[in-house]
């Protein structure tokens, strides 16, 4: 198979790489001019060898995707400032540069301050910084550098580039929770938001509200597994519900287990309440899983689906379904399966579902491996063809050899 040229890619080989000696062999055949993505994951990077591919990186003048998730399994603490460093001071100028991800590298405080530079002086597009055990003291750095980008473009007369920030599963909390609403309020030009599993409670949600109310053009928006009410406060609830109508793009939202309402609370949560009344017409998918909701929302989604146009997925498991609860949930699939879309509301049906996905999946992958071979065998074919069939040029020479032997053959040598 041709390897691409425009693609450095190690990714899942598991490797050890320490020195110089061990990166170059990895390098080799590859003009570092013609890059456009690196993807180093999957394997554990020293300080020499970060260095290295720091090198190779600086030449890059095309580069859009620096992958470095995962690279610091096993190493000591103090080895990773100084890799993370080299990398990323060498990306740093690249104005070509859209996405950067970080995922799956335990960073916490003592190692983000390699990230200051990229991220104020870059204006990448997305940013993936899931599970890096960054913690509330780290969230507020982090934060604090990309309001500090967006503050350099509006300096420069530019608008912010960032359309997408993923920073699930890193102990944001509640202290970090202003400093990002403040960031994401700056970068007016978000489109995807991903805050999952950060352990942010009822002020931290109100002030995300806040910030995101700011991003007109949001489309993707996942705030799972945080926490909306704690000691009977609704206060988070009802910020939401205000600032929903201000995010009329909004495509997904994904509030599962964000406790949206209490137990053996009758009340529909107001947020659900504004989307009834049309604040966002464009959604497509609404994910509530493990909300308490009980037969009172599902009655009210019963009757409600007609202001949500658009809605194909609709995610209600783990919720409070009774038998009060079953003829709502029978009125709602078969109104959702009307429009072409679907409704979740037992655990079975996301596994059935899961099941049919690899089916399509593994055919989807057989598929792709019959077209490459049949794409290997034309090659080959035409490959022989063209060995087979005699150019022009060596027509021609044919033709003159076999004329000149014609003459010679009537030549009488005396």
Known sequence: MVRNTKILDIRGQCLKLNTAVDVQPLLEGFDPTLIEEVHLGGNTIGIEAAQEFAKFLE????????????????????????ALKALCDAIEPKSTLVEINLCDNAFGVRSIEPLRNLLQNNRFEILKLNNNGLGPEAGILIANWLKKSAELSKEKGLTSNLKTVICGRNRLENGSAPAWADAFAEHGSLEEVRLPQNAIWTDGIQ????????????????????????DGSKAAVDAWAHALPKLSALETLIFSDCVLSEEDDDEVPLPLKKLAEGSNQNLVTLVLQNNNLNASTFKFFAD???????LKRLELQW??????SEGYIDTIRQAMKKRNGKL?????????EEEEEEVEEEV??????EKEKEQEEKEREEGGA????????????????STLTDILSKVTIH
């Not at 995707?65 to 990773?80: C, K, N, P, W």
């Not at 002030?207 to 928006?221: I, M, T, V």
């Not at 063209?386 to 050899?401: F, G, N, T, W």
């Open 59 to 82: 030449k890059t003048r095309k580069l859009k995707v620096a992958d470095f998730a995962d690279i610091f399994t096993g190493r000591l603490i103090s080895e990773i400032p100084d």
């Open 207 to 230: 002030a995300l509200s806040e910030g995101l109310s700011k991003c007109p053009n949001l489309r993707y928006l996942d705030l799972q597994d945080n926490t909306f009410i704690k």
């Open 304 to 310: 409600s689906l007609t202001p949500l146009p658009k």
């Open 319 to 324: 919720n409070d379904v009774d038998e009060d």
């Open 344 to 352: 979740f509301a037992y655990e079975e049906e996301e596994e059935e």
């Open 364 to 369: 989807e992958k057989e598929e792709e491996e």
């Open 386 to 401: 063209k060995e087979q069939v005699p150019s022009k040029e060596a027509r021609e020479l044919e033709e003159d050899v």
